[in-house]
């Protein structure tokens, strides 16, 4: 039974929902029950973990429904758990908050989420701790969930480090594998960097804005561009922008954007199922959701926004780089999220003009990167688990769903009309050109440079992508002696059709008279702008730019003498693209040798100063312990001696003091 009340922040009716807590709370009961039956659930545990990813869709399918019946002005429901801190005048409820915005990552993330758990019935069923893994995925699920649910950053806090840490655990899952334990460990740490940003931000907030919650805070920040804060305090643009930036800091680590995206390449080790979750509906979509989710921040903040735009623009760039040089199919799938992620935050960094865009494209990836993964899971559950690329070759004619399916996620990552990634990638690149638009309505210089970043990212996503489908699906065979490629069963192949079906349709559907747009309008604000570059012409150099791509990858890989191994001599831009651009070589340098160093001194100060002052006193006691311990002899006229001595110095104080 849902009732309605009206948030006084912000004037908007706020329709209380009891059930919003089973979105969250279902995966989550799924997790503790397979974790707490042990080895009695193995047999059935999977079904377990399906139901549970199932019920939470439903639920939220059923708010969705409930949504949509609403009044565009009445589309937001809440729920108040209880109270979680209540010290002084900060008072943080442990509530949920579901509107325009939570609603779209919560159908992705349960939905997408759901076809990733079906497909795992089949790819870990030769897995004895398949329990265990159908048990973290629930839990990521309901970190995930909480996170986009929170109606405060303290509890978005909550679930953003429930989604760090089981990213841990499933990355590490076959812990066996030392690349795998260290790939782990490397995700922890990178991302615990960045979850420093977000904790100094909520500090800042609490300490200069007396509040948590997302429309105290937004209204806090809007006061202060007014020319007042919280409590009449002056809210400084200082302050604002260190808000931005610290919560970009935040978005960088989870979201693998540089200078903190060296975790991603090797969460590869994982199990491809956790590879495709990470990737396309969770844990790497967080930091767009946190950018877009605290727009009024940076809308106030022009520095802080210029920030993400660079972030962006630099990470699109760098992971396309490295998409082309790796021959590991995962990880080249992975270079691609890092660069296709970077679209996505450099559009958050339009404001206004590219929220939706961000979304959109955060949409339409959602189903082709899901699909694309799930179908190199496919290719190498038929290949012996073979993840080198220049030992496939051919494989079409074998596994004709894989590759229908993978074809299809690859024409609309590429952005080929009428494929999904065309929509929201041609409406980046357009709103690229509109940055700093010049006086006389033509783009200005950073519009040029965004612009032509931004095609440059879409020719070099044709080229790697093509290079995948051709080393892969084409040319000769390649395989190792011994191996039979063969389709999967068709609780893989079942979910990676319906992903592919999402690949195709899902561009045109959000995009379709700006509906998405018009629905994000209440959270993001209304946004349409006249582009100053044609939409047409913008077109046009996209399919360009994406035709080169295609042509010089067939150009370089069509032909019968693939080596089985990576040629050594190859160009210096090879070479650093091989070795992600040396970016754990500059972590190395910039991070890990000055805390060794750091470290190297503590211990010194330790040893000589802070031991050798606790010993000295140490030693102090212990002598006076032992002198003090002869004038326990065990002699009673010794003893009595003391009490006289004692009572004559108490009578001669009292004497001396006049107390007498």
């Known amino acids: 039974m849902a009732s309605t009340a009206l948030d006084s922040s912000t004037a908007v009716a706020v329709t209380v929902s009891p059930a919003l807590w089973l979105i969250p709370g279902l995966p989550l009961l799924g997790a503790a029950l397979l974790l707490l039956l042990g080895r009695r659930g193995d047999k059935w545990g999977h079904l377990l973990g399906c139901a549970a990813a199932l019920a939470s869709f439903c639920v939220a399918a059923w708010q969705f429904a409930a949504m949509v019946g609403r009044d ?18 900060l008072h943080v409820d442990l509530g949920l908050h579901l509107d325009q915005l939570s609603m779209v990552f919560v159908l992705l993330v349960t939905g997408v989420g759901l076809l990733i758990h079906v497909y795992s019935i089949g790819y870990m069923a030769a897995d004895p701790a398949r329990r265990k893994f159908f048990a973290y995925l629930n839990l990521f699920l309901a970190a995930m969930l909480l996170l986009v649910l929170a109606d405060n950053f303290l509890v978005l806090y909550l679930g953003w480090e429930g989604v760090g840490l089981v990213s841990y655990l499933l990355i590490g899952f076959w812990q066996h594998k030392p690349s795998a334990a260290t790939a782990a460990k490397k995700a922890f740490l990178v991302n615990r960097v960045g979850d420093i940003g977000l904790a100094v931000a909520m500090m800042l ?20 561009v007014e020319g007042s804060g919280a409590g009449g305090a002056a809210v400084s643009s200082g302050l604002v922008t ?12 989870k979201s693998a954007q540089v200078p903190l995206q060296s975790w991603l390449g090797d969460a590869m080790e994982g199990p491809t199922p956790v590879s495709a979750l990470i990737h396309a509906a969770t844990m790497v979509t967080a930091g767009v959701y946190l950018i877009t989710r605290a727009n009024p921040i940076f809308d106030a903040a022009p520095a802080a926004r210029t920030a993400v735009i660079v972030v962006g623009a630099v990470t699109l760039l760098f992971g396309a780089v490295i998409g082309c040089a790796k021959d590991d199919i995962k990880k080249v799938l992975a270079a691609s999220t890092m660069s296709q992620v970077g679209y996505m935050v450099m559009a958050a960094g339009f404001g206004p003009a590219g929220y939706a865009l961000a979304i959109m494209h955060l949409l339409t990836h959602g189903f082709f990167k899901a699909g694309l993964f799930l179908g190199a899971g496919s290719v190498m559950h038929g290949m012996d688990d073979q993840v080198d690329m220049r030992r496939y070759g051919a494989l079409r004619a074998v596994m004709p769903v894989t590759f229908v399916t993978f074809g299809l996620g690859y024409l609309a990552i590429i952005g ?35 612009g032509s970043v931004a095609l440059l990212g879409a020719g070099l996503t044709a080229f790697y992508m093509t290079r995948v489908m051709i080393l892969t699906f084409f040319g000769e065979r390649r395989w190792d002696a011994g191996t039979h490629p063969h389709e999967s069963p068709v609780s893989m192949t079942a979910p990676m059709v319906v992903v592919a079906v999402g690949s195709v349709l899902s561009g045109a559907l959000l995009a379709m ?11 993001v604000g209304d946004h349409h702008a006249e582009h100053v570059v044609p939409v047409w012409l913008v077109t046009a150099a996209s399919l360009v730019v994406v035709a ?20 050594a001599g190859v160009s210096a831009l090879t070479r650093a693209a091989r070795r992600d651009l040396y970016a754990d070589a500059v972590n190395e340098r910039a991070l890990m040798r000055p805390g060794q160093g750091l470290v190297a001194a503590t211990a010194v100060v330790d040893r000589r100063v802070v031991t050798g002052a606790a010993g000295g006193v140490a030693g102090a006691i212990g ?15 010794s003893y009595a001696l003391y009490m006289l001595i004692g009572a004559a110095l108490i009578i001669a104080a009292m004497v001396s003091g006049g107390a007498l």
């Open 513 to 523: 008279g700006g509906r998405l747009e018009d629905w994000l309008a209440p959270v």
């Open 623 to 637: 002598l006076l312990s032992a002198q003090t311990r002869l004038l326990q002899s065990g002699l009673t006229r």
């Open 548 to 567: 080169a791509g295609i042509a010089i990858a067939v150009r370089l890989y069509s032909r019968a003498d693939i080596p089985a191994t990576a040629p």
């Open 416 to 450: 080929v009309p009428p494929f999904s990634g065309f929509y929201s990638k041609e409406g980046i690149i357009s709103a690229a050109f509109d940055v700093g638009a010049g006086a006389g309505g033509g783009a200005g210089a950073g519009g040029y440079l965004l």
């Open 205 to 224: 907030m609490v300490t200069q804005l007396g509040t948590l919650d997302f429309d105290g805070v937004f209204a806090a920040v809007a006061d202060g």
């Open 242 to 253: 260190a808000l931005g930036l610290l919560l970009l800091l935040g978005a960088c680590a």
């Open 72 to 89: 565009a002005a009445d589309r937001t429901a809440g729920q108040t758990l209880f109270t979680w801190v209540s010290v002084g005048d």
